[in-house]
């Protein structure tokens, strides 16, 4: 993760690099993709995904240039407006893990659906708080991410699931790997579910942990009336005035760290949403986790990750009658700095670094042009 403290060097966009183009090579392979039934889940994946200044994006970064306290804590809270280009591709419909029989399961290999998928994001605006002239100019890349999309037909294996006082077990049947160039391999596991119309989006905080809280009071020290603690006065500030970025829609919310995901549901308001596909994977389920390299393990280290992939199913139909689909995100990568932790607690303070979009996919003939 970056450590946002010297000048950006980056100037050019991402259509400004243009590779070799290849020689004309006989096919790797003899297969061809699969019927979409045959995809289960990611089946509508597929295809080419656009957000244009739909994307939302806020993490604190540790900050050599912060004022001195109380002005501000070595750190600083940046928020982004994003533009997005997600492309999934067809891999396979039938890898095999090999394996032995168990008991009560006559399968004894494992077969899996994988997608490849290249994710693109440049910002459209930006700003920091404290201010550091380090957020960046519109049109700037701030992420690229190549990955991939699994779904596990069978030999499935299974979480506990706990809501309330009911006790179930769940199948995890879809997976995301991905890598990130800062230094950063990912695998979360998890599970699908079909919806009719469009589940309930939950709110989610952007406060940090560890630091913080008045262990006296149910509540953060910073919403203290009368003797605010100033560590937080950034999350303050974007609580009491979201970042709006470009917009200016009437009862638009903004992104506040009260709750990351009210511009997602502010975003389906109108929206006649038929039935959604949901994608949940978190690198806390069984064998997941996160991989770093040593300088962000020492600095600002992601620790965990969970997402959550609405594929909405619109009423409206596109030009050639197929329903017009949507994709939304929301997800979470849990970052570590700051030690010791003033509420005695051990390891380092928790900092969330949130990112959500609404995404439209492309007609199949639909082709990008440079930026």
């Known amino acids: 993760m970056s450590n946002g403290n010297q000048p950006d060097r980056r100037t050019r966009k991402f259509a400004e690099v243009i590779p070799p183009q290849p020689m004309l090579l006989e096919a790797v392979s003899n297969r061809e993709a699969p019927p979409p039934p045959e995809l289960g889940p990611l089946e509508q994946l597929v295809g080419v995904w656009i957000g244009r200044g739909t ?32 492309r999934f591709t067809f891999v396979d419909d039938d890898v095999p893990n090999r394996g032995l029989t168990r008991p009560g399961n006559p399968d004894f290999d494992q077969f899996v659906v994988t997608l490849d998928y290249q994710q693109k994001i440049a910002q459209v605006v930006a700003e ?20 991939l999309w699994l779904y596990e037909k069978n030999r499935r294996s299974k979480e506990d699931q706990i809501k309330g006082d009911e006790v179930t077990e769940v199948e995890l049947d879809v997976a995301r790997l991905a890598s990130i160039p800062h230094g950063n391999s990912v695998l979360a596991l998890g599970r699908s579910e079909c919806h009719e119309g469009m589940p309930p ?3 989610v905080s952007g406060l940090p942990s560890g630091r913080f809280e ?16 100033p560590y937080l006065e950034p999350y303050r500030h974007y609580i009491e ?68 992939f609405w594929i909405q199913e619109l009423a409206q139909k596109d030009e050639a009658g197929n329903p017009r689909l949507r994709l939304q995100y929301s997800q979470v990568v849990m970052l570590n700095f700051f030690r010791p932790r003033p509420d005695e607690l051990p390891g380092r303070a928790v900092w969330p670094h949130i990112s959500i979009a609404t995404l439209e996919k492309m007609p199949a003939d639909y082709t990008l042009v440079p930026a």
């Open 201 to 203: 989006i939950p709110p």
């Open 241 to 308: 005035r979201p970042f709006m970025g470009n917009v200016t829609v009437p009862g638009f919310p903004g992104f506040s760290p009260a709750d990351m995901n009210q511009i997602l549901r502010f975003a389906n308001q109108g929206v006649d949403i038929v039935r959604t596909t949901t994608l949940t994977v978190d690198t806390d389920q069984k064998s997941g986790g996160i991989r770093n390299a040593p300088f962000s393990v020492r600095e600002a280290d992601p620790v965990s990750m969970k997402s959550t």
């Open 128 to 147: 920091d708080r404290p201010h550091s002239d380090l957020a960046g100019a519109a049109g700037l890349p701030i992420h690229h991410e190549p990955g």
């Open 55 to 86: 994307g939302w994006n806020m993490i604190a970064l540790p900050f050599q240039g912060a004022p001195a306290p109380p002005a501000g804590f070595k750190f600083r809270v940046l928020m982004n407006q994003y533009n997005e280009e997600l």
């Open 214 to 229: 008045d262990v006296l009071t149910p509540d953060y020290d910073f919403r203290d009336v009368s003797d605010p603690d």
